[in-house]
């Protein structure tokens, strides 16, 4: 299953994530990969709204709230694993980084893009690259089991998203 949602937001909340995320205040902390495979990587800001089977952000029910009203209605998992927020900057470089799967567990991924971006996310299923580009308030939702992998922008100055790993 890899499904695309445009603007899966109402578009207050759209504008109010991206204000939020893309704002001076918010707090990312420094990653140096994207994933826990360190093979063609590149650094990234991330902050944990959910993570280990606890709230880690006073940001988490608020922008939980505004998702969970899309998840009951398109998710068949509803129970948030992780949820957390990636930024990427753009540094030139023309490749995908590291391919991985979130959880070796079933689950469901859903990534929503924050803002217009190019830095494609790339799903890998069964020999064939599909890949998405960022738009504001899409929403993609795929099966976990899936490979995939971010890329950074080229031309844009970064790339934002909200990713959730969702469970039965």
Same mark, same amino acid.
């Given at each position: 299953m890899i499904k695309l949602f445009d603007d899966a937001l109402p578009k207050e909340d759209q504008d109010y994530l991206e204000d939020i995320l893309l704002g001076l205040d918010f707090p990312y902390y420094f990653r140096d990969n994207t994933s826990y495979d360190h093979q063609q990587d590149t650094c990234q800001f991330q902050h944990n709204f959910y993570y280990s089977e606890k709230n880690n952000s006073k940001y988490f029910e608020e922008f939980y709230g505004k998702f969970k009203p899309f998840i009951e209605k398109n998710s068949p998992y509803k129970n948030v694993l992780r949820m957390k927020t990636n930024l990427l900057l753009n540094n030139k470089a023309n490749w995908f980084n590291s391919v991985h799967v979130d959880y070796s567990k079933e689950h469901i991924n859903l990534i929503y893009y924050v803002n217009n971006s190019d830095g494609d996310t790339f799903i890998f299923d069964d020999g064939k690259?599909? @890949?998405?580009?960022p738009k504001k308030g899409r929403i %993609? %939702?795929?099966?976990?089991?899936?490979?995939?992998?971010?890329? @950074?922008?080229i031309e844009s100055k970064y790339r934002s998203i909200i990713n959730f790993n969702l469970v039965p």
């Open positions: 690259i599909k @890949n998405i580009r %993609l %939702l795929f099966d976990g089991k899936y490979e995939h992998a971010s890329s @950074n922008p």
